[in-house]
Structure formats: structure tokens, C-alpha cells
């Protein structure tokens, strides 16, 4: 199973970046997917996730009505739109996917993960 994130890089508060996560093909279409964040010297913490059917999603509060997760069947791979970053965005951001459970949307819910992409926010 292997998961690759792309996308990104500096942006001034304000900005927006979207991130890409492709996945192999037979993760993608029957796996949660979710996007991740570390903070240095911060534990890894749950940022936005979405159902296997994309008719469910979750976003933590601290992203609710700037983030969006979506997913392309047909090219594997899910996105990550962030609008109005913030300062705080700054962190590494890693995708995931897992198999739906109670704990779906969280870190421990995840089976595998890629490698991370940084997301850098200037004040």
C-alpha cells in the first residue's frame, strides 16, 4: 500500500494550498482516507477525513469552513483544498488511509500512512 503526498510548501496567512495524496488503487476505493498534521514538539493530530463513499466527512474545529477534503475515484487520489491558512496551519500534513471503524476519523483509525508534506504559514 503505498500513499504519496504532494502540495505543499510557503504561502503568506491568508493563502491557500491544496494538497494531493495518490493511492494505490485497491486502498483507495474501499478505505477511509483521512489528512493529518504534526506541529513540532505537538502529537499528530486529525485534520480532515472522508468515508470510502465520500458521503461522509470530518473536519476538526480548527479547520471547519476553511478546509476541504475530497476524493477522484478515477484518479486515486484525494485532496486537501486549504483556504485562509493561518499561521497555526504551519505543520507537517500526512494522508492516510484505513478501514472504517468507530475511530474512523482519528490517528488510530489509520493503517497506512504516507510521508509527510510541509505546509509553512507566514504571518
Known amino acids: 500500500v503505498q500513499l504519496q503526498a504532494s502540495g505543499g510548501g510557503l504561502v503568506q496567512a491568508g493563502g491557500s494550498l491544496r494538497l494531493s495524496c495518490a493511492a494505490s488503487r485497491h486502498t483507495f476505493s474501499s478505505y477511509v482516507m483521512g489528512w493529518f498534521r504534526q506541529a513540532p514538539g505537538k502529537e499528530r493530530e486529525s485534520v480532515a477525513a472522508?468515508?470510502?463513499?465520500?458521503?461522509?466527512?470530518y473536519y476538526a474545529d480548527s479547520v471547519k469552513g476553511r478546509f476541504t477534503i475530497s476524493r477522484d475515484y478515477a484518479k486515486n487520489t484525494v485532496y486537501l483544498q486549504m483556504n485562509s491558512l493561518k499561521p497555526e496551519d504551519t505543520a507537517v500534513y500526512y494522508c492516510?488511509?484505513?478501514?472504517?471503524?468507530?475511530?474512523?476519523?482519528?490517528?488510530?483509525?489509520?493503517?497506512?500512512w504516507g510521508k509527510g508534506t510541509q505546509v509553512t504559514v507566514s504571518s
Open positions: 472522508i468515508n470510502w463513499s465520500g458521503g461522509s466527512t
Open positions: 492516510a488511509a484505513g478501514k472504517y471503524s468507530s475511530s474512523w476519523y482519528k490517528v488510530e483509525g489509520m493503517d497506512y
